[in-house]
C-alpha cells in the first residue's frame, strides 16, 4: 500500500534580519544571526518540506554579508552558494566554500559560517 502525504511549501522575503532569523530559526533552529545593518538585506527563502518535515529542501538569499553562528541545529546543512564564496568556521579551523564546493554544517558542534 502506498500513502501519498504531501508536502509543505514555504516562501518568505524581507528586508528585516529578525524577519529572517525567525523564519530560519522555525525552519533550521537555533542559531545567530548578525549582518551590519539589521534593515537593509534582502532575505528570500523559497523551499519545501518534506511529508512528515523531516527533510527541507531550499534556497537561501539574504543579499548581504551576514554571519551565522550556530550551535543547536534541529540537522545537519549542507550549504552550496549559488554564486559568490562563503566560509565555515570550525574549531579553529576555516572551510571555505563557493558554487563548485559546498560545506556540512553539523548539528552537534559550535560553528560559525
Known amino acids: 500500500m502506498i500513502h501519498s502525504c504531501s508536502s509543505t511549501k514555504i516562501y518568505q522575503a524581507s528586508s528585516h534580519a529578525n524577519d529572517a532569523h525567525h523564519t530560519m530559526s522555525k525552519i ?7 549582518t551590519r545593518n539589521k534593515d537593509s538585506i534582502d532575505f528570500q527563502y523559497q523551499g519545501v518540506l518534506l511529508p512528515n518535515n523531516r527533510i527541507g529542501l531550499g534556497t537561501i538569499q539574504y543579499g548581504a554579508d551576514v554571519a551565522i553562528n550556530v550551535s543547536k541545529l534541529k540537522s545537519y546543512s ?4 549559488f554564486s559568490g564564496k562563503q ?6 579551523a576555516t572551510y571555505k566554500s ?4 559546498a560545506v556540512i554544517v553539523s548539528n552537534r558542534e559550535e560553528q560559525s559560517l
Open 78 to 81: 549542507i550549504s552550496l552558494p
Open 87 to 92: 566560509q565555515l568556521y570550525k574549531t579553529g
Open 28 to 34: 533550521c533552529g537555533s542559531h545567530h544571526l548578525d
Open 98 to 101: 563557493n558554487s563548485y564546493q
